[in-house]
């Protein structure tokens, strides 16, 4: 079993907002980065944000800020992705992954740095 799971996808029409889980059930001492992926049809998997379970801050993707953002609590061991104002071309499966180091944002896009990943939940915008 995924030591990640998400959860939350669907489907939803454009403009709309959803909101996504992952439950990091792995270790607490095993994980630090946090990170939200997903790959649409035909495409290559894109980096969407990421997180520390210490850390203050969050980062967002170009491509997706000020839409999508990412948040945690530390507590529940769960990261959010608050997606809002959804449009079509968002339809992908979203992937939670998680670190062990500690990367910033430059480094969070490195797929090969997270070595414990989500078997994906799926997210349909219909125009």
């Known amino acids: 079993q995924a030591q990640l799971r998400e959860s939350g996808g669907r489907l939803v029409q454009a403009g709309t907002s959803l909101r996504l889980s992952c439950l990091d059930t792995?270790?607490?001492?095993?994980?630090?980065?946090m990170a939200w992926f997903r790959q649409a049809p035909g495409k290559e998997r894109e980096f969407i944000g990421c997180?520390?379970?210490?850390?203050?801050?969050?980062y967002s993707a170009e491509s997706v800020k000020g839409r999508f953002t990412v948040s945690k609590d530390s507590a529940k061991r769960t990261v959010y992705l608050q997606m809002s104002k959804l449009k079509f071309e968002d339809t992908a499966v979203y992937y939670c992954?998680?670190?062990?180091?500690?990367?910033?944002?430059?480094?969070?896009?490195?797929?090969?740095?997270?070595?414990?990943w989500g078997q994906g939940t799926q997210v349909t915008v219909s125009s």
């Open positions: 792995t270790r607490a001492e095993s994980t630090n980065t």
């Open positions: 992954a998680a670190a062990r180091g500690y990367y910033s944002e430059r480094w969070c896009p490195d797929e090969s740095l997270f070595a414990f």
């Open positions: 997180t520390t379970w210490t850390g203050k801050d969050a």
